[in-house]
């Protein structure tokens, strides 16, 4: 990403839900925070969930997405990696889904 840099991650896990690994909460270019973004383990891998809101008509709107495919590789990576370094028995043997593709977290 051209103008915006992950300047910092804090790394939550969860233990209480099957599905959900843990959350982190990421600054951007030193000027911007955004909470609660749930790594998630579903049927086809790991994937990023943004943080959202539930409408009257009972959907949920994210409050926050990444509007390319590039910023959302950026934003899922940089939190596997700091799940990687603070939780490694987390994320260990498993792959991060993306619609085209799927890539290992080993290693």
């Not at 000027?31 to 998630?40: E, G, I, P, S, T």
């Amino acid at each position: 990403m051209e103008h915006v840099r992950i300047s910092r991650i804090q790394v939550f896990p969860q233990t209480d839900s099957s599905n959900t690994i843990g959350y982190a909460h990421v600054t951007l270019s030193e000027a911007f925070v955004v909470k609660n973004l749930r790594l998630v383990k579903g049927k086809k891998g790991v994937f990023l969930g943004m943080p959202s809101f539930k409408l009257r008509n009972g959907e949920y709107s994210d409050v926050f997405f990444p509007v390319s495919r590039e910023a959302r590789t950026m934003l899922t990576d940089a939190v596997v990696a700091a799940f990687r370094v603070e939780y490694p028995h987390l994320v260990e043997g498993l792959t991060v889904y993306e619609a085209d593709h799927s890539t290992s977290l080993v290693g």
